[in-house]
């Protein structure tokens, strides 16, 4: 059917250049493929991953990373550091804002959550005996979030200088 696949192929030349860009359009999923130089980039842009942000320089965030990673299901959450550059690309191709090193966030199903609400939505990830966290959601947000400012003010003074070292299989979850 032409509205599940599509071609379109768009030739520009520039200085004995050729640069090619051909959209792909498959069971409704977009993929953009991008020739130059030899290398060849494919991006998805429908990026269907659930993917924790965190600062990357921050030891009650890796901890707080280690604690998801030891209580979640293996291969349902991807992790990327603020300071990478694949969550700068991310951040300016979806089109939020740049990214605030003291905010935790979360992208799910193509919406960005950040601070609490981020949080909160992590815990339905996480094991069933951590289920009893989700009683947050009965603090309204603007409260929250103020908890939430307070403890990210302190994060260093909280757990300076804590970094675990993933293993093989933590790694493969790690998109920096």
Same mark, same amino acid.
């Not at 349902?76 to 603020?82: I, V």
């Not at 009683?135 to 307070?150: E, N, S």
């Given at each position: 059917?032409?509205?599940?696949?599509?071609?379109? &192929?768009?030739?520009?030349?520039?200085?004995? %250049?050729?640069?090619? &860009?051909?959209?792909?359009? +498959?069971?409704?999923?977009?993929?953009?493929?991008?020739?130059?130089?030899?290398?060849?980039?494919?991006?998805?842009?429908?990026?269907?991953?659930?993917?924790?942000?965190? /600062?990357? /320089?921050?030891?009650?965030?890796?901890?707080? &990373?280690?604690?998801?990673?030891?209580?979640?299901?293996?291969?349902?959450?991807? +992790?990327?550091?603020?300071?990478?550059?694949?969550?700068? /690309?991310?951040?300016?191709?979806?089109?939020?804002? =740049?990214?605030?090193?003291?905010?935790?966030?979360?992208?799910?199903?193509?919406?960005?959550?950040?601070?609490?609400?981020? =949080?909160?939505?992590?815990?339905? %990830?996480?094991?069933?005996?951590?289920?009893?966290?989700?009683?947050?959601?009965?603090?309204?947000?603007?409260?929250?979030?103020?908890?939430?400012?307070?403890? =990210?003010?302190?994060?260093?003074?909280?757990?300076?200088?804590?970094?675990?070292?993933?293993?093989? /299989?933590?790694?493969?979850? +790690?998109?920096?």
């Amino acid at each position: 059917m032409i509205s599940k696949i599509g071609h379109f &192929i768009y030739y520009l030349t520039d200085c004995q %250049m050729l640069k090619s &860009i051909i959209f792909l359009c +498959f069971e409704q999923t977009i993929l953009l493929l991008y020739k130059t130089n030899f290398d060849t980039y494919l991006c998805s842009m429908k990026f269907n991953k659930l993917v924790v942000f965190y /600062d990357g /320089d921050c030891g009650f965030c890796n901890k707080s &990373i280690q604690f998801i990673l030891n209580n979640s299901n293996p291969n349902e959450l991807y +992790f990327s550091s603020l300071q990478s550059k694949f969550t700068l /690309d991310f951040f300016a191709e979806h089109s939020f804002s =740049a990214p605030n090193l003291s905010t935790f966030y979360f992208y799910q199903e193509g919406q960005l959550y950040s601070k609490s609400t981020a =949080a909160l939505k992590i815990v339905r %990830m996480l094991k069933w005996y951590l289920q009893f966290l989700l009683v947050g959601y009965l603090i309204p947000k603007f409260l929250r979030d103020k908890m939430y400012d307070a403890i =990210a003010k302190r994060r260093n003074k909280l757990a300076p200088d804590f970094c675990a070292m993933p293993s093989q /299989d933590e790694r493969k979850r +790690f998109l920096n």
